[in-house]
C-alpha cells in the first residue's frame, strides 16, 4: 500500500489541490462536486493577481481538511468553460454543488475573506477543525482507509506543523505500511519538547517493535521449536514478538501472558516489559491493548 506522502506531511499530488483540462472538467469537478464542494480557480499565466491569490487559496483549501477541494484551470490552454461561464475576468473562482455552480468570487480577496467564503460551503473552520479532523481520521483508519486518513492527518499538519497526534498517526500508518524509513522521517518531524507524547512514544514504541519482528524472520521455526518445547521462555518472547510484527496481537500478548504466569522472573521481567511496550505501540484505546492489560491484571493480581 503507497501512503503517498512525504515527509513534509503532504499527499504526494495532493488531490486537494490539483490541475483540469476541458476534457477533465466533468469528472474534476462535476462528478467531485457530488462527494463535496469543489472550488474551480479560473486563471492565467499573465494574470498578477491570480499568482497572489493562488496561493492563499490553496492554503485555506488544505487547512479545510478535506471539506473542500479545488481545482485549477488555465484559461488561456482551456477557455471553453470559463466563456460557457460567462467568465470576464480573473482571477474567478466558481463553487460547484451537487453538479451545479453555487457561488463565487473575482478577484484576489485577502485569507480571511477566502476561510468566510469557504464556510459558508462546509461550515466552521476555526480552532476546533483540526481536533475534528483528528477524530474523523482516526474512524477512517478503523475502517480501513488508511490513505484518506493520511490525508487528514496531512491536512491537520498543514495547520498545525507540530501537531503530535498527527505526526504520531502518519509514523504508525506507514509502519503498517511496512515503510519503516518513512515512518522514522515522520517521526523526526516531532518538536523535541513533544517527544514523550503519547501518541509519539507510541509511535517510537511501534518502530522498534517492527524492527525487532523484521529480525526475527519466519516465525514457523520459532513455533516448532516452542511446540518440541514449550518451557523454552525465549523462544516463546520471539514467537510473540514475530506474530505482533505479523499483526496477529492476540497470540502475541497470550504468549507473554503465559510466560508471565510460568516465571515472573525470566529476563528480569522481559515479558511484562515486552507487553507494555505493545500497548504503548497499539495506543492505549486499542481493543487489544484494552483485553491485554486485563489480562496482565489477573495474572499480576490474583
Known sequence: MDLALNPAGQPSG????????????????????????????????WCGPCKQLTPVLEKVVKAA??????????????????????????????????GQPVDGFMGALPEGQIKSFIERLVGPLGPGATSEM??????????????????????????????????????????????????????????????NDPAIAGARAAIELAEQAAKLGD?????????????????RFDLAVALAGAGDRETATDHLIEIIKRDRTWNEDGARKQLVQFFDAWGPMDEMTIAGRRKLSAVLFR
Open 65 to 98: 481538511g478535506g471539506k473542500v477541494k479545488l481545482v485549477k484551470m488555465n484559461i488561456d490552454e482551456h477557455p471553453q468553460i470559463a466563456g460557457q461561464l460567462g467568465i470576464q475576468s480573473i482571477p474567478a473562482i466558481i463553487a460547484f454543488q451537487n
Open 134 to 195: 483528528i477524530k474523523e481520521a482516526e474512524g477512517l483508519v478503523a475502517a480501513g482507509d488508511a490513505e484518506g486518513a493520511a490525508q487528514l492527518y496531512s491536512a491537520v499538519l498543514a495547520q498545525e506543523p507540530d501537531n503530535a497526534a498527527a505526526i504520531g498517526a502518519l509514523a504508525k500508518l506507514h509502519v503498517d505500511a511496512g515503510d519503516l524509513e518513512a515512518a522514522k522521517e515522520f517521526l523526526a518531524m516531532a518538536p523535541e519538547a513533544k517527544a
Open 14 to 45: 495532493d488531490t486537494l489541490v490539483s490541475d483540469t483540462t476541458t476534457a477533465g472538467f466533468r469528472q474534476d469537478v462535476m462528478a467531485e462536486s457530488m462527494k463535496r464542494p469543489v472550488l474551480v480557480d479560473f486563471w492565467a499565466p
Open 219 to 235: 516465525f514457523a521455526e520459532l513455533e516448532a521449536r516452542l511446540a518440541a518445547n514449550p518451557a523454552d521462555h525465549q523462544t
